[in-house]
């Protein structure tokens, strides 16, 4: 039942604080059209100003024209000096001018007359301390799986546990869920002196000091890892989690008018087509590009392959002819389409002639082939991914090579491998079975009275000020 308003009849306001990067902006937009509509919500989006790249302020744009229920909340950054910082990365430039600029939002969140907040977990140090002073609950949209959070809410606990034993990090057996291998924990977090680990660890301390945390999964998917955080067996002190995936895709991508892979897939048979990508970030070497390109190419079947070459908005220059190999795209033109464009990848994951998914599991990909039905292949690069393509084999949504050859986040998997696996994939009428059981569960869980919907019914409850029965 959504809810409807305060004892004074005010519906609450969600301000909803996403940091930077598609994997993250994606779910975050998902979240606030869900909220929107049918909740009983009033939803801002917080556009930080200026966006990392233009594929992010034109999905923005899209999103906005296309739900003005969501209300766009601009929050420009302090203008501050990069050159400080001369070989950071444009994500960690972005999270330190929104450090630095926190004084500043504080004053955004009064003006808009917020009631609750929703942050991602790479800005709790930023945003919780001004939820505070402004007696804000502050909850988290977690954009990686649930074994992903279960991992980064146990490893504290793991590390001082282990502290001194000189081992390392070995498998990581997490409280209530499952044990994961040594070789899927991001190869960083091996690392005690990383500053990612150092964040990952300061994170999933973070994690109680929140009011709630909705993650972008769902019960038949990752069934341990939800019951286990849901029950308060990872961590102790564990606020409510609300299981509210898969976030639906809001028909909001902004569309690349020069793209031509939609006609390219209507004339392909059905479920005759193997889809290649690895998210919308540059997640893979120009070595692995090669092998990947051979491997489609004696695999024998059809595929469409979305290159990103580009990290945000500079282009690494390359000829795509020139990245795959000579003579590549001349000899696969029949059957193989490759492009550069942003795709929408949920409509190309429904399309009727898409069979399988070769992905690096990124979340988002994941729940997207849950939500579609369609088979992974999983490739994982580097982060949460191997966690990732584990939850994707265990849920039974697809294949992950596990055994393949594992050289850390570097490594390259080769051709013949690769074949092998499409070829095996593409025939494995089982699998395809289950993927389509799992977008079955996937349509349940967020319809009506499904587990997914009720947890965003309570959560919206509880931003009303309301009490939690969820968990
Ligand atoms: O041409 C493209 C490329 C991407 N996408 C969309 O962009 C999003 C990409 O997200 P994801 O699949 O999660 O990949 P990344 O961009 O790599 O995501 C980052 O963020 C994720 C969520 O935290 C992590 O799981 C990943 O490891 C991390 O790299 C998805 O919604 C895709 O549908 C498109 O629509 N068209």
Known sequence: MPSSGDAAGRRPHVVLIPSAGMGHLVPFGRLAVALSSGHGCDVSLVTVLPTVSTAESKHLDALFDAFPAVRRLDFELAPFDASEFPSADPFFLRFEAMRRSAPLLGPLLTGAGASALATDIALTSVVIPVAKEQGLPCHILFTASAAMLSLCAYFPTYLDANAGDGGGVGDVDIPGVYRIPKASIPQALHDPNHLFTRQFVANGRSLTSAAGILVNTFDALEPEAVAALQQGKVASGFPPVFA???????????????????????????????????????????????????????????????????????????????????????????????????????????????????????????????????????????????????????????????????????????????????????????????????????????????????????????????????N
């Open 244 to 470: 509210v995936g898969p976030l639906l895709p809001a028909s909001n991508q902004a569309k690349d008018p020069q793209a031509n892979y939609m006609e390219w897939l209507d004339a392909q048979p059905a479920r005759s087509v193997v889809y290649v990508s690895f998210g919308s970030r540059k997640a893979i070497s120009g070595e692995q590009l090669r092998e990947l390109a051979a491997g489609l190419e004696t695999s024998g079947h059809r595929f469409l392959w979305v290159v990103k070459s580009t990290v945000v908005d500079r282009d690494d220059a390359a000829e795509l002819g020139e990245l795959l190999g000579e003579g590549f795209l001349k000899r696969v033109e029949k059957r193989g389409l490759v492009t550069k464009a942003w795709v929408d990848q949920e409509e190309v994951l429904k399309h009727e002639s898409v069979a399988l998914f070769v992905s690096h599991c990124g979340w988002n990909s994941v729940t997207e082939a849950a939500a579609s039905g369609v088979p992974v292949l999983a490739l994982p690069r580097f982060g949460d991914q191997r966690v990732n393509s584990g939850v994707v084999a265990r849920a039974g949504l697809g294949v992950w090579a596990d055994t393949w050859s594992w050289e850390g986040e570097a490594g390259v998997i080769g051709a013949e491998e690769i074949s092998e696996k499409v070829k095996a994939a593409m025939a494995d009428e089982a699998l395809r079975r289950k993927a389509a059981s799992l977008a079955k569960a996937a349509a349940k869980a967020v319809a009506g009275g499904g587990s997914s919907h009720r947890c965003l019914v309570e959560f919206a409850r509880l931003c009303q000020g309301g009490t939690c029965r969820t």
